[in-house]
């Protein structure tokens, strides 16, 4: 007995090959209705007959996928498969085999062409026809000569007959030329025959074949459909739940990092539980927390000291023409903007994910991924990967929360698929 997780693309036919074993024991070890409709993460027993559910757990323990039950359109899509297959036209039988047979060793053992004059009924009749004719006109010739010498005979008489008979035995003899040519016509017309009869049959067997394989043809192109259909609807109704789970574990994700949020601030890549990043309104009487100005001045390149004193207003005047934290807060937030927008509306866009780290040595590393946006599978992970990168920003402290909170409505939403 052993156990078996189904991987993607797995059937349970392939898989009772591997173990030896036919599809439908396991189908019955498993309490599996129906042998076509398996998923990926569902763990079969081999050989027992213990009953195993999908079992598939991330590996943070927090969701079982498990629990998913498929919906009616793909049960439906199933059954249809399942009847379908059951309809397989059989293995081709031949209703002219045994004829063509019979006609291919009539022709492979047919004796050589061979002439007997004895054989020949046809040389039979002509040599009694000339032989009679013969000795009819031998005896009108010995006749004619012995009455012209008082109706004796003689031996001029004898010789005369003789010659007369030999001459149609001659004519007899000219004849065998013309009844060879005639045997071997016949000889010939007689393969022709064969051949012919060969042919015939060759061509209803070709014929019968034809519709057969059409017919095969046919059941397999159905055949085709029906499985496509099947794992279409099987991998979007799964996709749906895997998004239903995953936009859940996201709202808590995401509820998680927001929490507290009102007394923060618009604080880009703040602890959201920090008490340091709440406003100083001794020092700055503004709306800009401290962690926020932070960002600010290390994008101005001054001293990040959260103060926005002299310093900070001069940088911002060369910079943007403004003073108020308040407006060099916002055209910071306005410059950042454009890049993040291009960064993520590219990745969605092209299917490519982006990613960006630090190595060890504290240089930045930036890695890419193509996913396939055709799949549920590709879309789930373009996603992720989209809101982890708006997440490494706001943690990085490029953006702001509220950029943050615009950035994921736009590019990673709820239940949004690419």
Do not use: C
């Amino acid at each position: 007995m052993a156990d078996y997780i189904v991987k993607k693309g797995d059937t349970l036919s392939d898989i009772a090959k591997k173990h030896g074993t036919t599809y439908q024991d396991i189908a019955k070890a498993n309490g599996i209705s129906n042998p076509n409709l398996i998923y990926p993460g569902q763990k079969l027993t081999i050989g027992g007959s213990t009953t195993s559910k999908p079992t598939t757990t991330p590996a943070d323990g927090g969701f079982n996928y498990g629990n998913y039950k498929q919906s009616n359109t793909v049960t439906q899509a199933g059954n249809q498969l399942t009847q379908h297959n059951a309809t397989k036209p059989g293995a081709y039988q031949s209703q002219w085999q045994t004829q063509l047979n019979d006609a291919i060793n009539k022709i492979l053992n047919r004796e050589n062409f061979s002439y007997d004059l004895n054989g020949d009924a046809l040389y039979q009749q002509y040599k009694d026809q000339y032989v009679t004719m013969g000795q009819q006109a031998m005896m009108d010739t010995m006749g004619q000569a012995s009455a012209m010498t008082g109706g004796y005979g003689n031996s001029y008489a004898q010789t005369a007959g003789q010659q007369i008979y030999q001459g149609h035995l001659q004519q007899l003899n000219d004849r065998v030329p013309e009844l060879y040519q005639l045997a071997l016509d016949q000889y010939n017309r007689e393969g022709d025959e064969m051949y012919n009869q060969y042919a015939l049959l060759s061509g209803k067997e070709e014929q019968d074949y034809g519709r057969y394989r059409d017919a095969m043809t046919d059941w397999q192109t159905e055949r085709d459909y029906l499985a496509d259909r099947y794992d279409i609807e099987r991998d979007y109704d799964y996709g749906q739940y895997r998004d239903a789970i995953a936009d859940e574990q996201w709202q808590k994700e995401f509820d998680l990092l927001t929490k507290g949020s009102s007394v923060t601030g618009d604080v880009p890549g703040a602890d959201i539980s920090d008490s340091n990043n709440t406003v100083d309104k001794d020092s700055n009487k503004s709306k800009v927390s401290d962690a926020n100005i932070k960002t600010l001045q290390k994008f101005l390149g001054i001293t990040p000291d959260g103060k926005w004193g002299p310093q900070s207003q001069a940088a911002a005047k060369k910079k943007w023409g403004v003073t108020s934290v308040e407006e060099a807060f916002k055209k910071y937030q306005d410059s950042m903007r454009p890049g993040v927008d291009d960064l993520l509306g590219g990745m969605v866009k092209t299917g490519t994910v982006v990613k960006t780290a630090k190595d060890q040595y504290g240089r930045t590393t930036t890695t890419t991924k193509k996913v396939d946006k055709g799949t549920v599978a590709g879309q789930r992970d373009l996603k992720s990967a989209t809101a982890a990168e708006i997440k490494a920003l706001y943690k990085a402290g490029e953006i702001s929360y509220a950029e943050y909170q615009r950035l994921m409505q736009v590019y990673a939403p709820r239940g949004y698929t690419y």
